[in-house]
């Protein structure tokens, strides 16, 4: 096969496609156009990273590296595997739906709005694909540039403090985790990521590090008690604003805690595993109570966003305990691809989501619950697609919602009784404030005069709602390719675990 | 002992160039009509870069370092580095301020001579070999800058910075002249290599200790680190535009010179002492630099407190003492003095006539008006926050490393923090201009000057470029210390 260097196209591509959309874009039309060429450009580009991916083998594959600056040894250094090839095809599958979910409502400075997006779209591939730390940390906080952006000017009302809130909040979390790189590169003298893994730590500078990664990590997921940002974030939001941030900006800290904290500090990640699991399930009771009394819809997404992604980090960090002290690396793997289903899973229901509440809001430019009620009257494609997206956030069986959960709640099992009965407290409490969002804004009378007159979707909606319910439903009902690409990427994962460093 | 060597004329000949350059600047711009004032321009500009053409030219071998003049004048990698982007800024800060001084009947032949007199001391003080050397640079750099602030003759405001300017900055000359006739008491000598030599057996180390701290107060006011920085916000708010531009930008590669010979060069023995003085006065402008610039609304002023973090930030290179950790603060000055001359460069871009454009609020909807130059304010404010991919980062993040890989963890962590305090008033800068709509609709016109257009344009692209491709000059600042 012809070297291509896919990854480097995939990062560039949209970027590059960025530039030309703000070169060109004048005419809004000639912007929408444009910018949806380059998205699918760039999905169409990440099926060879799929198709090309030998799973069976897994390992790094694709890679590339470049001396980027000798005299510190830091490379322009790219390489996927399993979890990488998921997470860039979520992206850009996501990227493309988002770009066309935003012809319709965008309609001041389309051309800024459709550039910020792509290169969002660039800098988060660039994120799941980098194996040098510099050049990861260099796009995981470039990302922020235009992601402020886009909250401070299509925003809602607040969107001035959301976003700011946003910005500084993660970026004091990724800052000192850029002290942790600049230490571990005076330790290895060079900043790739596998030189990082290798390198022998004690137990006291372990545990430094990890607490770096976690404030930098745990803010991104959001984990509980550092996760007030989001519900800020996503109200303010425009629709394609909260689906990209939900469905793929909270999986770069996951996606982080699995390249950083469990390779390069396993021991202290062990030893305070029992931090981030009492967190997660903190996450997954209190938020779902939180999530259930808001009146705001986007709101309520944001917080179930929340106690999703806490399946997340507890699947990952159960494993420790798994390899560890109970020796069974069968259900750490369970975890861990759980983990990464979950992700994935959320990354569509969430913004299947937020891209739902977009369509009502376009309708009524109401996001508060009550202003709603009876929209399956009017709208019947819309409740339709609206109640399986519900139920996939339930996690009813036959959607990817269960898969994810079911497989952490599995490995939970294996460690500790009650950490799995929490954790499946979930089934309850997420269905509670699902199931009772659908009924007050999709069934009952239609009681609001403005809904009445609402129209069922057009076209343009049709094509990114179905798209996610076709995403929800394969991944539900034979989730066995997604298992499949990762299962020998979280296999090296799992036994790098057993590999005590100190 | 004392002789004249014809030999060490050809180390000096940039500066001749442009001495030479600058008198005949100054008897032809005597019979120029102000109408005429162009020519006076693109001679300066020429002088500028015929005098850096000499300097590249002129560069010793790598890790070679000349000494001219008995050891007064020093002719190495440092020096030509540092004349190299000295003289790159003045001839910016000369593109960016021409429009602003013509539209206020400022534009007239002492601007540009001060300005070459001032560029003339720089390049003196940081090819400086001997206290006597070092001062003299110094001093034709300060009385150069003290006449250019107060150049708008009707302004109150810039008569007032120029007088604070110029009684602190002489109070501060005072204070390193004094500390200078300690240390050549204590040693005996002038020349920095010969004091250098001889620290290690003096017969009073506590009069070396006591020059020491007297040139550090000396070096601090130059630099504006704090607790010396009280003149720098006032001159650089009462200072017209164009000035500021000037004195915020290749002044900071001159003080990084003057300390770095100083401090390094002469007083080397003496690093585990100034060491950390230098890391309690980074503590204290990382401190006051980002507080103080959280509660203010004008925007020249705003940048003059974050240039005293960004001295904070600076002095992290010198923690060490370790030629990495120089050669990071020296590559720290170069990429602060380009982003603050964007900075800088577009205050004075949007300020009409009877219209300074210098309060924050003044760029309300700059990205409606004019994306372009909004982008690239936007560019330079993430720049000096730090973000990447943007060159202020890699600064940063070389900063930190010096002083982490010095021991100096704690200080790096302060620095952070700080950072993360300072983040929100360059965001606030950004949010005026992209989240708020300008007051009234009819907005000003763009100035009609184009090569300003152009030069600041390439400038802010620099930075993302350089964000990319800083490998070169951080090899070529490593190369200067040896490395």
Redesign the interface.
């Known amino acids: 096969m012809a070297q291509w260097p896919l990854l480097s196209v995939l990062i560039w591509l949209p970027i590059a496609g960025a530039i030309l959309v703000l070169a060109l874009g004048r005419d809004p039309r000639v912007a929408r156009w444009l910018s949806v060429l380059v998205a699918l450009a760039t999905l169409a580009a990440s099926i060879p990273l799929y198709l090309g991916y030998d799973a069976p083998a897994g390992g790094m594959q694709f890679i590339e590296s470049h001396a980027?600056?000798?005299?510190?040894k830091v490379h322009y250094a790219l390489a996927a595997d399993g979890i990488s090839v998921a997470l860039i095809v979520l992206t850009t599958f996501t990227s493309v739906l988002v770009i066309i979910g935003s012809w319709g409502p965008i309609d001041k400075?389309v051309s800024?709005y459709m550039a910020a997006m792509l290169a969002l779209e660039g800098m988060l591939i660039g994120v799941f694909a980098a194996t040098d730390a510099?050049l990861f940390?260099?796009f995981f906080?470039?990302m922020?540039?235009p992601m402020?952006?886009i909250i401070?000017?299509w925003g809602g009302p607040r969107?001035?403090y959301a976003?700011?809130k946003f910005?500084?909040y993660t970026?004091?979390g990724s800052?000192?985790m850029?002290?942790g790189l600049?230490?571990l590169?005076?330790k290895t003298g060079e900043f790739s990521l596998q030189a990082f893994a290798q390198a022998p730590l004690g137990p006291s500078e372990q545990a430094w590090l990890f607490f770096a990664f976690l404030i930098a990590f745990a803010i991104k997921v959001p984990m509980w008690p550092v996760h007030t940002w989001l519900p800020d974030a996503h109200v303010e939001a425009p629709t394609g604003g909260s689906v990209i941030l939900a469905a793929i900006m909270l999986k770069v800290g996951g996606y982080g805690f699995i390249r950083f904290s469990l390779p390069i500090t396993p021991d202290a990640s062990q030893e305070y595993a029992w931090v981030v699991i009492a967190m997660s399930l903190v996450a997954v009771v209190y938020i779902g109570y939180v999530a259930l009394v808001q009146d705001d819809m986007k709101k309520l997404i944001a917080y179930s966003s929340i106690a999703h992604m806490a399946f997340v980090t507890l699947g990952l960090f159960i494993a420790l305990a798994l390899v560890r002290v109970h020796g069974n690396p069968d259900a750490a793997r369970l975890g861990v691809q759980g983990a990464m289903v979950q992700m994935i899973s959320h990354g569509f229901v969430s913004g299947a989501m937020f891209s739902c509440i977009g369509v009502l809001y376009d309708r009524l430019h109401s996001r508060m619950i009550r202003d709603y009620g009876g929209v399956v009257n009017v709208m019947p494609w819309f409740g339709a697609f609206f109640v399986l997206f519900a139920m996939a956030n339930c996690g009813l069986p036959g959607t990817s919602g269960f898969v994810g959960e079911f497989m952490v709640i599995l490995a939970a099992f294996q460690d500790n009784f009650w950490i799995a009965a929490v954790a499946a407290f979930t089934l309850i409490i997420g269905a509670a404030y699902t199931l009772w969002l659908v009924k007050r804004v999709i069934f009952g009378e239609v009681t609001n005069p403005k809904v009445a007159k609402f129209e069922d979707l057009d076209a343009r909606e049709w094509i990114v709602l179905g798209s996610f319910a076709a995403a929800v439903l394969a991944v539900g009902v034979y989730p066995k390719p997604l298992t499949d690409l990762m299962d020998s990427s979280v296999l090296q994962i799992v036994n790098a675990l057993m590999l005590s460093k100190a | 002992m004392m002789s004249f060597n014809p030999n060490d004329l050809v180390a000096i000949l940039p500066e001749l160039i442009l001495l030479g350059a600058t008198c005949a600047i100054l008897l032809i711009d005597l019979f120029l009509k102000p109408s005429q004032r162009d020519v006076t321009h693109w001679m300066s500009i020429a002088a500028l870069a015929v005098s850096a053409c000499f300097v590249w030219q002129g560069a010793p071998a790598a890790g070679q370092g000349l000494s001219a003049f008995n050891g007064m004048f020093l002719h190495d990698g440092i020096s030509v580095v540092l004349k190299q982007f000295v003289l790159l800024m003045s001839g910016l800060s000369l593109f960016y301020g021409r429009n602003y001084m013509r539209e206020r009947q400022l534009l007239i032949g002492e601007y540009y001579l001060l300005i070459l007199f001032a560029t003339l001391g720089m390049m003196l003080l940081v090819s400086a070999g001997s206290l006597i050397s070092a001062y003299l640079g110094l001093e034709l750099l300060a009385l150069s800058s003290y006449a250019l602030v107060a150049l708008n003759r009707d302004s109150s405001v810039s008569a007032e910075a120029a007088i604070k300017y110029f009684v602190l900055g002489a109070l501060a000359s005072g204070l390193l002249l004094y500390g200078m006739s300690m240390i050549y008491g204590a040693t005996g000598t002038l020349d920095l290599a010969r004091i250098s030599a001889s620290i290690g057996q003096v017969e009073h180390p506590g009069w070396l200790a006591f020059g020491l701290i007297f040139l550090i107060a000396g070096i601090a006011f130059k630099l504006g680190a704090a607790p010396f920085h009280m003149w720098l916000p006032d001159v650089y708010q009462g200072a017209p535009t164009a000035i500021t531009v000037f004195i915020g930008s290749a002044p900071k590669l001159a003080a990084f010179g003057l300390a770095y010979r100083l401090l390094e060069g002469g007083l080397g023995g003496l690093s585990e002492h100034w060491t950390l003085m230098l890391a309690i006065l980074s503590v204290f402008s990382l401190a006051i630099g980002n507080l103080f610039a959280i509660a203010q609304s004008n925007l020249k002023r705003m940048l003059a407190y974050s240039t005293i973090s960004h001295v904070g930030f600076l002095l992290l290179g010198f923690v060490g003492a370790s030629p990495a950790g120089f050669s990071a603060a020296m590559f720290y000055a170069i990429s602060y003095s380009l982003t603050a001359a964007v900075a800088f460069g577009m205050i004075g871009l949007l300020a009409r006539k009877g219209f300074e454009c210098e309060e924050i609020e003044d760029f309300k909807g700059l990205?409606q008006r004019s994306?372009w130059y909004a982008g690239i304010m936007a560019i330079a404010m993430?720049s000096l926050a730090g973000?990447?991919?943007l060159f202020g980062?890699f600064a940063k993040?070389l900063v930190?490393?010096a002083a982490?890989?010095a021991g100096f963890?704690w200080l790096?962590?302060v620095a952070?923090v700080f950072?993360?305090i300072g983040?929100?008033y360059y965001?606030r800068v950004?949010?005026v201009m992209?989240?708020d709509s300008a007051a009234d609709a009819s907005a000003l016109p763009l100035p009609s000057d184009v090569p300003l257009r152009w030069v600041i344009s390439l400038n802010g692209l620099a930075l993302i470029v350089l964000g990319f491709a800083?490998?070169p000059l951080?090899?070529w600042c490593?190369r200067a210390f040896g490395?």
């Open positions: 980027w600056i000798d005299a510190l400075r800024q510099l940390y260099v906080e470039a922020l540039i402020f952006i401070g000017i969107r001035v976003t700011l910005f500084i970026f004091l800052i000192f850029l002290i600049i230490y590169h005076m | 990205n994306p993430f973000v990447p991919p980062f993040l930190l490393k982490i890989d963890l790096a962590i952070i950072a993360i983040i929100y965001l950004v949010k992209y989240f800083w490998g951080f090899d490593n490395i």
